[in-house]
């Protein structure tokens, strides 16, 4: 008769082996964000879809940013441009600080339009 003898000891061994495994292989989505006062709002839901999804930050002295890194207004489009002609399905999140002029947003807005590029989002925090 065969008699499998197994400790508890090695299960626990195996099963911290497989969560180091998976914890280290594991792709973690980090959305690349500047930290900003955003504004409030009641609808927060944005889709988001690893490697198709750019972020347009306003600081509120007006400084761009764009997947975290600092970028004039003609940097701004020709970025947008060259990601949009990659992939048309590209998703874009604009997040300006609640205390930046309504100006620089527009003209972020404008530069979107001058693109032909309708799939934005606004970034906000959602209302408590």
């Given amino acids: 008769m065969f ?13 911290l082996v497989l969560l180091i495994f ?9 959305l690349k964000v500047i930290e900003l006062n955003l504004p409030h709002a009641n609808n927060t839901h944005v889709e988001y879809k690893k490697k198709l999804t750019y972020v347009v ?7 761009l940013f764009f997947n975290a890194k600092e970028v004039t207004k003609q940097e701004l489009s ?14 874009y ?3 300006a600080d609640e205390n930046s002029p309504h100006k620089c947003f ?10 032909s590029i309708e799939n934005i989002s606004i970034l906000t925090k959602e209302l408590k």
């Fill in 3 to 15: 008699h499998l003898d197994i400790a508890p000891v090695n299960l626990i061994d195996l099963l």
């Fill in 57 to 63: 930050n306003i600081k509120q002295n007006c400084t």
């Fill in 78 to 91: 020709n970025s947008i441009k060259t990601t949009y002609n990659a992939n048309k399905k590209s998703i």
């Fill in 93 to 95: 999140q604009i997040g």
């Fill in 106 to 115: 527009v003209e972020v807005l404008d530069i979107f339009q001058q693109n």
């Fill in 22 to 30: 998976f914890v280290t292989t594991t792709s973690f989505l980090q």
